[in-house]
């Protein structure tokens, strides 16, 4: 994956393509890399590292320019140094390209230019592209769209590029195969923006098209945008889109991180998940999907809950809901062992699988082997017509709009929110739940978002701990009843993102094991909430305690008790205990969020992670 910006048009291209690349760096941040493009003249910054990087070394630098071509690079060909970086020029210094993908055979290409007397400074394909291009427009003398496109032809591979010469500054080829690339347009094509997704230029313009596979782009200063296709050269009429993404969906808003952001965004996606659901003024929960379904849910015997991640901590939590609130007996299986171990699956069970991307291949397999069965699934997905939110019979989005950090944040607490409306609806048509406690819990879900929003303000001394302990190797997470899956998800997210070693334990296991590994230098987050078992949590604490381990308690507000004991408290709003995973989980986040920062760790895109697992 790279990522690619440009701007042509009436206004100064540099900010615009700066931006935008910092937007797409997401898809690659080895190296960065500028064209600036004025008459007869083109000057080019690039740099290894990041963005900013390159931000530093244009600094003072006369940036004038109304054409302009970016790219952030994630390396194939050749290892991330200046030399390597995008843009590249060819040979006789008059075609500057940027490209995202894999030209496969370039290394044929390339042999065949040597013998044309055509040298090389980097390793990389694309230098090998632009030359090819430059080589089939001298000997042609054609003009660049047709050379791009004549070049392209004898290309295998993918490719998203943008190619411009300098002798024609009104103009931008763009060409695509297998690799994304939308070109956002002006009013009355003032002006064109080129990039690998829509985010660099949605302040600009909701008119965009999408270049599909083998299309070529001729792209004109106050010209209709001609696109050929690559193979015959025939005309394809522009699918102009009007975009629908926001600035803010797609920006850091501020924080310095997408993980921070979205921990911030909860009280936010919180309520966007139980609007128009959560009727809290008439005491009632509302879900189509759950309505139009309800006998199977009622007369399930069991519930299966099938997930990967952070997911399946969601459905630890609620399999505590369904069985407390509802009655209802739950299994909770990691969906890559479900699927291999000849389960048990009966007709009148409900499957309910979770899964922020809806793409996880092994979640999506359970779901296949649970409808073979002729069990009823359903999803509770995020990414809306994601694959299982299509596969499941029917399902209930979260709604907790785009999750860019790898690690799992809103996703989690939004699927914890969206199986308690379903756990309180079913308790209370069971009879399980009076409507005097319905009502309660429905008031006191009401409030959750403030409450959340309440719990954000321990930030700074969250921050203040992970100073403490941010070269800790080790860390135990202690937590009982609907807190012991929170405690699973505070040692995962420490773990994803700081790649310091933790594990969660249920508080009472810890006498089996993990006690041994107890003394000064371990700390231990236990989650010692009022209503959350609490006499029993204080006693571990105790037992911590005695064996000298650091203990960093998440607390109910005005505990007293527990502040003695422990080393650090981090107080949060009391709340019916059913909700406290919604609360709780929020310091946890944070903790590894600071520490994995000051740790010097890449929070949004740890090493070896994907946001996506689409391979079992
Ligand atoms: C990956 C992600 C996790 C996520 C898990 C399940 O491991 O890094 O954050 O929890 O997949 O993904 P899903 O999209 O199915 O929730």
Not at 14 to 19: D, E, G, L, R, S
Not at 561 to 582: N, Q
Request: hydrophobic letters at 40%; one cysteine or more.
């Amino acid at each position: 994956m790279c990522g690619i910006a440009g701007y042509l048009g009436f206004r100064e291209a540099y900010p615009i393509v700066i931006n935008g690349l910092q937007r797409l760096e997401y898809r690659g941040y080895d190296s960065a890399g500028i064209v600036l493009v004025n008459e007869n003249k083109l000057t080019i910054h690039k740099t290894k590292g990041k963005v900013s990087d390159l931000k530093e070394l244009v600094i003072n630098k006369n940036t004038e320019a109304n054409l302009a071509l970016g790219h952030t690079r994630w390396a194939t060909h050749g290892i991330p140094n200046d030399i390597n970086s995008h843009p590249h020029v060819s040979n006789s210094g008059n075609l500057v390209i940027v490209h995202n993908g894999i030209i496969e055979n370039y290394n044929t290409l390339k042999k065949e230019l040597l013998t044309r007397g055509y040298t090389f400074q980097s390793e990389t394909d694309t230098e090998v592209l632009v030359n090819l291009i430059e080589e089939v427009k001298t000997r042609k003398n054609c003009k660049l769209g047709k050379a791009v496109q004549l070049a392209l032809k004898s290309v295998v591979g993918a490719y998203a590029i943008a190619v411009v010469d300098v002798n024609a500054t009104d103009e931008v080829i763009v060409a695509r195969l297998g690799s994304p690339i939308a070109i956002g347009i002006g009013a009355n094509n003032s002006e064109f923006f080129v990039a690998s997704d829509a985010s660099p230029f949605i302040e600009y313009t909701k008119d965009a098209v999408y270049l599909e596979d083998g299309e070529l782009a001729i792209i004109k200063k106050e010209e209709d945008i001609v696109i050929r296709k690559i193979n015959d050269d025939s005309i394809v009429e522009p699918d102009i889109q009007e975009l629908q993404l926001n600035l803010e969906q797609i920006e850091k808003g501020g924080y310095d991180h997408f993980m921070l952001k979205e921990i911030h965004e909860q009280p936010n996606a919180i309520l966007d998940t139980y609007r128009g659901r959560l009727l809290a003024d008439q005491d009632i929960i509302k879900m189509g999907s759950v309505d139009n379904n309800i006998a199977k849910f009622l007369n399930a015997k069991r519930i299966i809950i099938v997930a990967c991640g952070t997911s399946w901590h969601a459905g630890l939590v609620a399999e505590y809901l369904f069985e407390d609130l509802a009655r209802i007996p739950v299994e909770v299986e990691y969906a890559s062992e479900f699927r291999y171990r000849n389960p048990i699956i009966n007709k009148d069970d409900v499957v309910i699988a979770i899964s922020q991307s809806g793409e996880t291949a092994d979640t999506l397999a359970a779901i296949k082997l649970a409808k073979s069965h002729g069990a009823f699934v359903f999803g509770v997905c995020n990414v809306v017509g994601s694959s299982i939110a299509r596969e499941t019979d029917t399902g209930a989005y979260t709604h907790a709009g785009p999750e860019i950090g790898v690690a799992s944040t809103k996703a989690f607490t939004t699927q914890i929110t969206v199986l308690t409306l379903i756990a309180l609806k079913l308790g209370n048509l069971k009879g399980e739940l009076s409507n005097s406690q319905f009502h309660k819990y429905i008031q006191e879900m009401s409030l959750i978002p403030s409450k959340v929003a309440e719990t954000l303000k321990v930030n700074a001394i969250v921050e203040e701990i992970a100073a403490i302990y941010k070269d800790a190797p080790n860390c135990l997470y202690l937590g009982r009843g609907y807190n012991f899956p929170v405690a699973l998800e505070g040692a995962l997210k420490l773990k994803e993102i700081s790649y310091i070693h933790a594990e969660g334990y249920p508080a009472a296991e810890m006498k089996h094991g993990p006690i041994a590994l107890i003394d000064e230098s371990m700390p231990v987050v236990v989650i010692a909430t009022k209503k959350g078992h609490y006499d029993k949590v204080v006693s571990n604490i105790q037992e911590i305690k005695s064996r000298k381990g650091k203990i960093i308690a998440v607390v109910t507000e005005g505990d007293t008790i527990v502040k003695d004991l422990a080393d650090h408290t981090i107080e949060i709003p009391f709340s019916e205990e059913a909700f406290t995973p919604l609360l709780a989980t929020i310091p946890l986040q944070l903790l590894s969020y600071h520490i994995a920062v000051m740790r010097g760790c890449n929070v949004d895109q740890p090493r070896n992670l994907a946001k996506s697992v689409t391979v079992e």
